[in-house]
């Protein structure tokens, strides 16, 4: 995932050109923190009050330069605008909470707003098209079967929440000026794998056949997870 981002930042601007990014949803701030170390000028905009405050205990044991770098505001990614004026950021990054959001329409929009010309709008998102995967490779046929009609399921926390399919995110993506460029597929093989697995000794390998799949049809149509590169054209 992080490799692929890298892929599409270094593909789209000069090497060595210090980046405005947000990033909505940032959790505890593990993909914040990496851009910060390379450079780049962070916004973390995280609702959850405990994330927010993992995030800044980590970024307290950062050197000063780091710490000078990033910003963590605690707010729904829904107010955007609230917050920001539009085009302020290259690049926006929401990862892993369109499925917590019933309708994404105005989530998308309002972080389509906050592109600059030519910025790069970063999705991860539940695959609505590969639901039956899971299910059916654990055994679990009717769960599969049930699986194959819905864009709802349930995660590993227990929580009901909502995937989003390719075709419909793509028509989004165009909808808000910021048209697909690149997708890949994120947990191919591994995603059955259960919580508490010890990492493989040939863990390279296994990350290496995972960067293949998700890069590769028909492999990255089964993938757990998509990330979607949009890109804003210029005003």
């Known amino acids: 995932m992080a490799r692929q981002l890298d892929e599409q930042i270094t593909g789209r601007y000069p090497v060595g050109q210090r980046l405005r990014v947000l990033d909505v949803g940032m959790g505890q701030g593990t993909q914040a923190l990496r851009l910060a170390r390379l450079g780049h000028q962070v916004t973390g905009l995280e609702q959850d009050a405990t994330m927010a405050a993992a995030a800044r205990e980590s970024l307290a044991g950062e050197p000063e330069g780091i710490r000078e770098r990033m910003r963590i505001i605690e707010g729904d990614g829904r107010d955007t605008g609230v917050h920001f004026l539009p085009g302020s950021f ?51 046929w009717a769960g599969a079967l049930a699986a194959f009609d819905t864009v709802a399921y349930t995660n590993r926390l227990g929580l009901d929440v909502r995937a989003d399919r390719l075709a419909t995110l793509t028509d989004a993506l165009a909808g808000i000026g910021a048209p697909l460029q690149a997708w890949y597929g994120v947990r191919v093989f591994t995603d059955t794998a259960a919580d508490g697995t010890a990492v493989p000794e040939d863990v390279e390998t296994l990350l290496a056949v995972e960067e293949r799949a998700g890069r590769t049809d028909p492999y990255r149509g089964v993938a757990a997870l998509l990330h979607l590169c949009g890109v804003r054209g210029a005003l």
């Open 90 to 140: 290259d690049v926006v990054l929401c990862h892993g909470v369109l499925m917590y959001v019933e309708e994404p329409d105005a989530l998308l929009a309002g972080l389509g707003r906050m592109l600059a010309p030519g910025g790069l709008l970063s999705l991860l998102v539940r695959n609505a098209d590969a639901l039956a995967m899971r299910p059916g490779l654990s055994g679990d």
